[in-house]
């Protein structure tokens, strides 16, 4: 086990205009789940493979516990890479599969059989360890994969999207068996997913990437509930937080034809009048008959069971104005329909204002 740190990294591919990753710096701390999450293209497998050393370092350093590896070979690194497509040898079995690593290594044939039959009882392999990988399913053979990666006690594990090709299903059933057996074992663990979803539920922290850059860094709870700029607010929730043009006005923010109050600091901060606030579904309700609130029409209505979402746009702009998208979860048994007209009530304490000019968190 040991800390991870990225120092002013920088990766830019031949003929690139701009850096797939754009001076990174980060550390993960030893036994840490770190998620590196954003859209494709934003950098995050590049700055996987590169800490593995399968991708050469333009500039910045890389450390592992302590040393300097940004030019060492993947070979003397001492990390386990889970790959999206498994990599396993096909004419091999399960447990020569999970053991080669060893074998190349050269652990005797005992302890390498002690510790892949320690492996498989910890991912529950033992009856599958004769089979061939074409004889799995696709749960199986992640879970082999995994079990290749334990075996040979690596410093840290490096994942790249290990979920993506499982169904919806066994990718939430084999995400929480992960994250459970990485906090079993203590082991230092950077994580890579386009699924933010995935992010929240599994990493002690997450990375937000963009276009190469670092977005914001923290807990799943500190990147909820403070998103450092536009991007992340819109990026980080599922459904996305509503993100709605709007305008200062003394102490108030004009929102189409509904008003709300602003912070002090929020009018202190901004570069100008215009701003953007954000509203997470979850926190917009209806409001009571008559009750003045954001007039929203409704497109359509997400039925989800005990919850509703209700897909919307504000009513009532200008002629000229762009149409202004809005989601509300509602309750899942009792909710209007598509077609009417609603207005709905945003929590005051879980606004949230960005600078139009920047993207940047305002107050």
Not at 239 to 259: K, Q, S, Y
């Amino acid at each position: 086990m040991s800390a991870l740190s990225f120092d002013g990294v920088s990766r830019v591919y031949p003929g690139a205009s701009s850096p797939s990753v754009d001076g990174l710096s980060l550390e993960v701390a030893d036994g840490e789940f770190l998620v590196l999450v954003g859209p494709s293209g934003c950098g995050k497998s590049t700055t996987l493979r590169m800490l593995a050393g399968l991708e050469e370092v333009d500039s910045g350093r890389i450390l592992i516990g302590g040393r300097d590896v940004t030019h060492v070979p993947p070979k003397d690194r001492d990390i386990a890479m889970v790959f999206q497509n498994y990599a396993l040898y096909p004419h091999m079995t399960v447990a020569d599969n999970m053991g080669f690593a060893l074998k190349i290594a050269g652990v005797p044939a005992e302890e390498r059989a002690a510790r892949v039959l320690e492996a498989a009882r910890m991912l529950d392999l033992e009856a599958l360890l004769d089979r061939k990988p074409k004889a799995l399913s696709g749960g199986q053979r992640q879970r082999v994969a995994m079990g290749r990666a334990i075996v040979r006690q690596p410093q840290a594990f490096l994942m790249d999207e290990p979920l993506s090709n499982l169904d919806a299903k066994l990718r939430v059933q084999t995400r929480t068996q992960i994250a459970a057996l990485q906090r079993r074992l203590g082991v230092t663990t950077v994580y890579v997913t386009h699924d933010q979803t995935e992010a929240l539920t599994m990493g002690d922290r997450i990375a937000v990437l963009k276009e190469g850059r670092l977005q914001q860094l923290g807990t799943p709870r500190e990147l909820y509930e403070t998103p450092a700029n536009v991007f992340v607010a819109g990026f980080i929730g599922s459904p996305a937080m509503n993100l709605l043009p709007a305008e200062l006005a003394g102490d108030l923010v004009r929102v189409g034809a509904a008003e709300l109050a602003a912070p002090p600091a929020v009018r202190a901060a901004a570069s100008g009048t215009g701003v953007t606030l954000g509203i997470r579904p979850e926190d917009l309700a209806l409001a009571p008959a008559g009750a003045a609130g954001l007039p929203v029409m409704i497109d359509l209505v997400e039925e989800l069971g005990a919850d509703g979402y209700l897909y919307g746009h504000v009513h009532g702009a200008a002629a000229d104005a762009p149409r202004t998208e809005v989601v509300a979860r509602v309750n899942g048994r009792a909710h209007p329909a598509a077609g009417e007209l609603v207005s709905l009530v945003p929590a005051p304490e879980h606004l949230h204002f960005f600078d139009a000019a920047t993207g940047e968190r305002l107050g």
